[in-house]
């Protein structure tokens, strides 16, 4: 109850997923498969890491450890949303990126993952099929403390999973949609995947041609997730992270309480057939 309290008190509402930055050992040759599977510019980042930038999304390409997503930015509204928010909370670090403006800052989640919040620059021209990055998804070993953690960022717990008593996946928002954040528990902690939103079933359907036109095979769908109620396909990039596509996901006010599904197939997909990752 307290948690709750705390993020309907929060100035984190609303923020959206911004960007994030996913890492592998040769980084360029992952952000030109971004560039191509989006459609989107790849241009060099003054620290060696790459970004992938269109309509609405962005991904900073690392070198790092294949698969990995070392942090995820969220954005707020303005300045004052920023600078009250981080007056809400401990041990923020200070995060210096190309795509926020001056002031963002980061916290770190019981993963070692960081959050990064800020205010988003002027976007780059953008063009290409719509898809806004809209939520990342990590697998843990320790979700009881994430989603802990994460209440007390101030996201609302939208659905939460369970095995008997067990926690085995949880939602979380930061503004009305279903969404911007969700874990699943696992016997290591990983990332899992990062979705981008489109306008509709019809966008669904020119991302799956887009698909079938770069030779890359759906990995799990079209179906639709019992939690946020999405139309999705997953694809999966050269590292196994997995990539989404999604229309119509659920929106939530922000009082609306939190609700609970069985660990099933069908809560994964209502139209049948789920990979039971947790
Ligand atoms: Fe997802």
Redesign the pocket.
């Known amino acids: 109850m307290r948690d709750r309290m705390a993020a309907m008190a929060s100035s984190l509402w609303p923020a959206r997923l911004h960007h994030l930055r996913r890492d592998s050992p040769k980084p360029e040759p992952l952000a030109r498969f971004y560039g191509e599977l989006l459609g989107d510019r790849v241009a060099p980042l003054p620290d060696g890491s790459w970004l992938v930038a269109g309509r609405n999304r962005r991904l900073v390409v690392g070198e790092g450890t294949a698969g990995s997503v070392p942090y995820f930015a969220l954005e707020v509204q303005d300045a004052a949303q920023l600078a009250a928010y981080r007056h809400e909370l401990r041990h923020t670090e200070d995060f210096v990126s190309p795509l926020l403006a001056e002031g963002a800052f980061a916290v770190r989640d019981p993963d070692g993952r960081r959050i990064a919040f800020g205010v988003a620059k002027a976007d780059m021209p953008s063009s290409g099929l719509p898809g806004r990055l809209q939520?990342f998804?990590c697998a843990t070993q320790r979700l009881p403390e994430m989603l802990e953690f994460y209440r007390r960022l101030g996201m609302v717990e939208s659905d939460r999973v369970l095995e008997g008593e067990a926690l085995a996946a949880v939602f979380l928002r930061s503004d009305p949609e279903h969404?911007s954040f969700?874990a699943f528990r696992a016997p290591e902690s990983r990332p899992?995947?990062?979705?981008y939103e489109t306008t509709g079933w019809l966008d669904i359907r020119d991302w799956a041609d887009r698909m079938g036109s770069l030779r890359i095979p759906l990995w799990w769908g079209p179906g639709r997730?019992g939690p946020?109620n999405?139309l999705?396909f997953?694809i999966e990039d050269p590292d196994g992270h997995k990539v989404?596509f999604?229309a119509e996901l659920e929106l939530m006010p922000r009082a609306m309480p939190a609700r609970t599904w069985p660990h099933e197939q069908r809560t994964l997909n209502l139209w049948g057939s789920a990979w039971m990752r947790s």
Do not use: I, R
């Open positions: 939520h998804v969404h969700a899992d995947h990062h979705c997730h946020g999405n999705f997953m989404e999604s």
